[in-house]
């Protein structure tokens, strides 16, 4: 199968990873944190995001090191990004029913929104998992 018919179908599991996260997020400790710091249930949840972004994508690369470059990376990461992008919008406009300046504005990181940094995280992850793996003392997450 080829590489980037590969990372389509993976973002799927990511898809999977970060609605997993949503629903932690909204169910779990959120209410717990609401009384004493749960307007930031959203910034923490976009730092729990990262990270388990950079761990699933850190074995999808390991899955298939052979077939990676540092061009092909950094295109699959830019595919993630713009994927999400499209699906959030798309989400965001014909499901939750909300304007595209609302959508955008989940993009003003200067307002305390932390999802352009989950976006980005999206495109330098792979890179970053890449090196990882190429270099010789490979001991994350064995």
């Not at 976009?46 to 990676?68: D, H, N, P, Q």
């Not at 699959?76 to 965001?92: D, H, K, P, R, S």
């Not at 305390?112 to 995280?121: A, D, M, Q, Y």
């Not at 090196?131 to 001991?139: C, E, F, L, P, Y």
């Amino acid at each position: 199968m080829n590489l980037y018919l590969k990372s389509i179908l993976f973002w799927f599991v990511l898809l999977a990873v970060a609605i997993i996260n949503a629903v932690v997020r909204e169910a779990w400790y959120k209410p717990v944190l609401l009384p004493y710091i749960g307007h930031w249930a959203h910034q923490i949840s976009s730092l729990t995001g990262i990270i388990l972004f950079f761990v699933v994508i850190y074995y999808f690369i390991k899955r298939f090191r052979g077939e990676f470059t540092n061009r092909k990376v950094l295109f699959i990461g830019a595919q993630w990004f713009l994927m999400t992008v499209v699906f959030e919008t798309w989400m965001n406009v014909f499901i939750r029913k909300l304007t595209f300046g609302q959508v955008l504005e989940t993009y003003y990181f200067w307002n305390g929104e932390t999802w352009i940094f989950v976006l980005l995280s999206l495109i330098v992850s792979p890179l970053i998992a890449y090196r990882i793996v190429r270099s010789k003392g490979d001991m994350l997450l064995k």
